[in-house]
């Protein structure tokens, strides 16, 4: 019988106040530029990429994200201007920090024990950001977007207090379970 797996990724999510002005930025490069993809999912960090998980297994992912996010305290972040991967991503910057740094190498090291591997990571380092345009925004849409927004100022600054698992339904990636930085220093 053939094992039932679904796609899922791990993030830190911003407040909603944050939430809703990134996906301001993001219905304007859906309306303006024609690139919908980044509104298919709610704003976020990547921690790690999506991967391929089986539905029997989910308690197992599960528990271990607890766990996870159990030993972790609550994460200051801080949002800082407009980055690009040339030639189709712009995204707000996320500031590299320590923490955050050090928190994206433990959980995909947590993952790599119980076989969630990313090859690209392996190979690419860590460069936290919020994409608000990617994939279907063409070359000539991402030069008039990037003029637009490489000087444009954007500065929010803020405390993640959970780990967020995310599933894909099939259209679009939702919040499939969140798991409270709970550790006191």
Not at 86 to 103: D, M
Not at 128 to 151: N, Y
Request: proline fraction near 7%; charged fraction near 15%.
């Amino acid at each position: 019988m053939a094992q039932i797996t679904n796609r899922y990724f791990i993030a830190l999510l911003p407040p909603l106040e944050i939430q809703t002005r990134v996906r301001e930025i993001q219905q304007h490069f859906a309306e303006r530029y024609s690139s919908r993809g980044a509104l298919r999912s709610p704003p976020h960090i990547t921690l790690q990429p999506p991967f391929l998980w089986s539905v029997e297994r989910v308690n197992q992912l599960e528990m271990l994200l607890g766990n996870f996010a159990q030993q972790r305290s609550p994460l200051p972040i801080v949002l800082d201007g407009f980055g690009a991967f040339s030639p189709r991503v712009i995204y707000v910057n996320v500031r590299k920090s320590s923490e955050l740094l050090a928190i994206q190498a433990d959980l995909m090291a947590q993952c790599e024990s119980i076989g969630i591997v990313d090859p690209v990571s392996k190979t690419r380092p860590f460069a936290p950001h919020m994409t608000v345009a990617f994939r279907d925004l063409t070359r000539q849409s991402f030069k008039a977007a990037w003029i637009q927004f490489q000087h444009q100022k954007l500065y929010f600054e803020f405390t993640t207090t959970d780990l967020t698992l995310l599933l894909h339904n099939g259209k679009q990636w939702t919040i499939d379970a969140n798991f409270p930085f709970t550790f006191n220093n």
